[in-house]
């Protein structure tokens, strides 16, 4: 009951008056109390069986499924909270109860105003070249080495393919994660393309979240990297730390996960520019100019931000300092002129974002946009893109591709994609979709699927350029235009079984909500969704900022 108790106190503290409590020595009181019982209880116990009680009771998973989540969530969720939200200091100042001699709120308006105050005004833009360079993004491998052609793709669990008898089909099928054998051919397909760098942003272990391990997590990205250095053995591969690299998944304490840091970093160290190897160590992200250029690449690790990371209920506050480590980064980049690209797992604009994680970010962004030419993400296995838009003023200012995972979970064709970018300034040309379209590998499974050109971004629709204005405008037009929205909704879900044949205002209003900010706070707003309240119940729990002395 732990988890109703502290969403009860804390619903009822903040939003019902009728519930308010009546001063600060009230509300000390009654989180001693919870601090108390907490104290008491054998804590992964605990934590266990309220996880186990709260799946079971839920009736979406079964018994096994909800026993292995409840031992690998439940007593990081309960820890963390104990540690941080039952401590009477910390809750009722943040709560508005209580002073505090030790914590101080950050004030956000100040903090975006100060880091704008020296914006450059007025640059030249950076001239361009004749040149091009080419670069893959590759995400959400999600393969699974136990995959069964033949098997059941229904089973019931959350991955299914991998015994009884089914239509699980050879190269893959739309309810389950990627057959090593079409991992296999992606990579060569890809291997095919030209490319001067491959950004990779994570997620390699396939979605049996119930029954994995270190190993296991380790075992997948090991065979992934392995997989493409023999592929690319020359060529940059720029990789990121994904959610589902961690373990439990999702969870990721920052200095604290040395079994994968190290690891990551002993893996893609040898590869990638000196720094990398010891920044993977310390915060699981890393900058390095890529090799012969002006441009720097910025691995960064988006579980600082992500609200089902529960590790981050002890203090969500600029975990592992990521967003001071990222302006530092910018600034020192604009002082040497260079160019940016920004690789990341999860999209700040996304819902599983963080509000106040997001709304530094975007500023950052916004501060350093002449500087930075690219942010590219995954996480949510589609094709789309996130505007970020002033802070202040709400005008575009930049863009977040998000490119479609290669697994086909859930309903989607098995994509990569291309960039093509101006040698010289780095500013993104033009975008070229790959697909491997798994209804028709299923027809013929004797012959080796093709990855197929699905669109390239500037005929596809019909614009001159990628600029953050020319996608805003584009999006004016995909609300008022049914048929084009339709064509960005079925590529959105790559051609999959989850692409709409129409789609009216309402659901036009939706989607254009959903990518014309760079914060999903604003989204919610926009949509006036009151469908997410998992994500307005973490974004409570989790923010806003809170600085100890
Ligand atoms: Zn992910
Ligand atoms: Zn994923």
Redesign the pocket.
Known sequence: MWIVTLYLILSAVSARPSFRLNSCSECRAAFFTLKTLADQSPGNELGFEVANKLCKMSHLEKDEVCLGLSAELGPVFLASLSDHYFDPDFACFKLGYCESPIFVKENLTDWMSQVLSDKPNGLEPVAKSKATVRFAHLT?LHFDMEYLAGSDEDCGLPLCCRSGSGKAGRWGSFKCDLPVETLDIAIKSLANQTVDFIVWT??SPPHNVWNQSQAYQLSYITKATQLLRQHFPDTPIYPVL???GCYPFNIYGFGEEAWLTDTLSDLWGPFLPEGAAESLKTIGSYSVLHPGSKLRVISLNTQACYNYNFRLLKDATDPGKLIEWLRAELDTAERNGELVYIAG??PPGYG?CLDAWSWHYNTLIERYVHIVKGQFF????WDHFYINRGVFSGLPVAVEWVAPSLTSYTYLNPSYRIFEADAASFDIANIYQYRMNLAKAAVDPYSVPVWDLAYDFLSEYGVVDLKPETIAALYEQFNHDETLMVRYLNNKFTGGLLGPKECGPNCRQKEACEVNFGVNQLVRECQKSVDNISNEMLNFLFGPWVYKL
């Not at 995954?378 to 296995?381: I, K, N, S, V």
């Open positions: 959400d994570g997620d994904g959610n589902h797992h999860l599983d995954g996480h949510t296995h």
